[in-house]
């Protein structure tokens, strides 16, 4: 077990999972949320109770801010999901506007300006489709992450199966002396 634990096999194994489980099962991901989230919140309003209960108001800001965590943590799989198509939506708006006032200028010759024009277009485009579908990009971005996942799982299992495979350009060097033979400067 150990062995296992030590090599790469236990990476590997781990990226795999992961990526299984954020590719296909986002549900688990969630409900785990929810629990910790719903664990960390009840243990901080009974807390807050007791706190009142016993009239000791010392630490109650801790206590609000335990609650506001559970209800974040609680909240994150969904901010997460709509959030990154959101922020990548308003990127691409932001650098596509910024290459067609760049393009509208004269900063360049003509080649530059219609190159410019064409990719800010684009980016602005693909920037409100990108926002005005943030939970099918979301969606589409989970399943990417756990796929990429996967394959990295797989490379390392790949490569902890085949070792020798990296090291097929690797020259040992006895001596750091170089001969002054004229028939090898040819």
Avoid: C, H
């Avoid at 949320?33 to 309003?45: C, H, M, P, Q």
């Avoid at 609000?64 to 198509?85: K, W």
């Avoid at 971005?141 to 990295?152: E, K, N, P, S, V």
């Amino acid at each position: 077990m150990l062995k296992f634990i030590s090599s790469g096999y236990s990476k590997a194994t781990l990226l795999i999972v992961s990526g299984i489980i954020i590719a296909f099962f986002p549900g688990i991901i969630s409900g785990a949320a929810s629990i910790i989230g719903g664990i960390v919140l009840v243990v901080s309003i009974v807390s807050l109770v007791m706190k009142f209960m016993s009239g000791g108001a010392f630490s109650i800001g801790g206590n609000i801010v335990g609650i506001l965590v559970g209800i974040a943590v609680m909240l994150l799989p969904s901010l997460i999901q709509n959030g990154i198509p959101i922020a990548v939506g308003l990127f691409l708006i932001v650098t596509g506007t910024e290459r067609i006032v760049r393009a509208v200028k004269n900063s360049g010759g003509r080649n530059y300006k219609i190159i410019n024009g064409i990719f800010g277009g684009v980016a602005l485009i693909l920037g409100i489709f990108v926002m005005s579908r943030s939970n099918g990009i979301g969606n589409l971005l989970r399943i990417l992450t756990g796929i990429a996942l996967i394959a990295i799982g797989a490379l390392n299992v790949w490569s902890e199966r085949n070792p020798s495979a990296s090291d097929d350009g690797i020259i040992d060097v006895d001596s750091y002396s170089v001969s002054d033979d004229k028939k090898f400067l040819k």
